[in-house]
């Protein structure tokens, strides 16, 4: 990780600075157009798509910029990029199929219209970064095999929960210690909350009350956690995974545990609420040799068997610029999905829902996720929580009922469907 401030300044002095876009200028975004913009030497961002596209342009303004120009097409992009003149669209087909950009961040949170960004993104050769847990959390195994073909890095991100969780998995088995826990610490956890009820701290921080909501209800904690499993290999002990109310220190967490249990699971993913240090991640891995053990207590860590690691922050998009270093300049994956689906994120009844009712997007009023393991899900025909949005009701369902894909009409003809039909034949090899 430290080499890539280094090698950010190489390339500034090179006068070859990563030329970077962005499609989706929300909350996220417009946090890593400014710090891109203002705090990272060595790259460039050239050009931003959003369907609003005064959004984008909105993006540009906050950071700084000026002399923005408006392009419909690539060549355009293009253009305008030589010029050294920042662009914004309305098409991400234009941003990502300009021949001048290296890389594409993904910061849409919609699962259909992302995996478009994140397909024609690989077909036109670009790496791909990823503010995106949801579309990577439904497809992410065909979407890797994809990137693999076309010899391009896909990635989720540096700052956010599950890279951070990876950074700290990779770490700590760089020294010899086993992960079998992976956790999120959260601040709440609500599965009935929704856009009413989050209205006015979304409205505080200038965010959606519907992300804010999924942060909420479990359905966002839910993707996290499944990405981190499929990337180590981890599954989780139930459906829902424990979700402890816990406020003391992570470190006791190492007490809470049955080791033998997680070694069968072979790890697992989890996450606790109200926790110190939060709101930032942890790991508890063992080691089997008593001579480092030893020192493991020595250096504070305590007795075994489980000893407890964490990261007391995420930061979000600050991070983000370097996962896009980490791609373009090393071929390096902040977290990748692995070559075994372990979670999946099934879709839960918030309330009552009637037949003939269309189910609203992720973080609304009628659904929240909740992590499944790969195989309890296919054999229940479980509805994924990423493909629910827009599908139809066949049969009245419970409030807490989960979902299954006997129960809806999945509407006509969507590149999601098609990516979780490939992910299967993948699985089913």
Not at 77 to 104: C, F, L, N
């Amino acid at each position: 990780m430290i080499i890539v401030d280094n090698a950010l300044k190489r390339r500034q002095a090179e006068g070859r600075p990563i030329r970077v876009a962005l499609v989706g200028a929300g909350f996220m975004g417009r946090g890593f157009v400014n710090q891109v913009v203002n705090s990272v030497p060595g790259m460039e961002l050239v050009a931003i798509a959003n369907r609003t596209v005064s959004k984008a342009r909105d993006a540009y303004e906050q950071a700084g910029v000026t002399g923005v120009v408006e392009a419909d097409d690539a060549a355009a992009v293009d253009k305008a990029i030589a010029q050294g003149t920042p662009v914004v669209s309305a098409s991400y087909e234009a941003v990502v199929d300009a021949g001048r950009v290296e890389a594409v961040v993904e910061a849409t949170g919609n699962t259909e219209y992302g995996a478009h960004v994140v397909v024609r993104a690989i077909e036109q050769g670009k790496h791909i970064v990823l503010l995106n847990a949801e579309v990577d959390g439904t497809a992410g195994l065909a979407l890797r095999t994809r990137a693999e073909k076309a010899g391009v890095v896909y990635t989720g991100c540096d700052g956010d929960q599950p890279g951070v969780q990876m950074n700290l998995i990779r770490f700590v088995r760089s020294i010899g210690v086993t992960p079998l826990v992976s956790g999120n610490i959260k601040g709440l956890q609500d599965e009935y909350r929704n856009p009413t009820t989050q209205e006015g701290f979304a409205k505080q921080w200038g965010q959606d009350p519907y992300m804010v909501t999924s942060f909420a209800d479990g359905t966002k904690v839910s993707f996290e956690q499944a990405l981190v499993a499929n990337a180590a290999g981890f599954s989780v002990e139930k459906r829902g995974m424990r979700g402890a109310d816990h406020r003391g220190h992570v470190d006791e967490l190492t007490q809470a545990y049955d080791v033998d249990r997680l070694k069968e699971l072979g790890g697992v993913v989890d996450y606790v609420v109200g926790s110190k240090p939060g709101p930032g991640v942890y790991v508890l891995g063992t080691h089997d040799d008593p001579k480092q053990q030893h020192y493991l207590n020595l250096y504070k860590l305590g007795t075994g068997p489980l000893y407890s690691f964490y990261t007391p922050y995420h930061l979000c998009h600050f991070e983000v610029p370097l996962t896009v270093a980490r791609a373009v300049i090393f071929g390096d994956a902040a977290i990748v999905p692995g070559d075994e689906v372990k979670v999946e994120v099934v879709t839960t009844a918030k309330t009552d829902l009637v037949a003939g009712k269309e189910i609203d997007r992720l973080g609304g009023y009628d659904t929240y996720g909740v992590a499944e393991t790969y195989a309890a899900t296919k054999a229940g025909n479980l509805l994924p929580m990423g493909v629910a949005e827009g599908c139809v009701l066949k049969r009245d369902v419970e409030k807490d009922q989960v979902l299954t894909y006997d129960d809806v009409v999945l509407p006509q003809g969507r590149l999601i469907d098609a990516l979780r039909a490939e992910q299967a034949a993948l699985l089913a090899r």
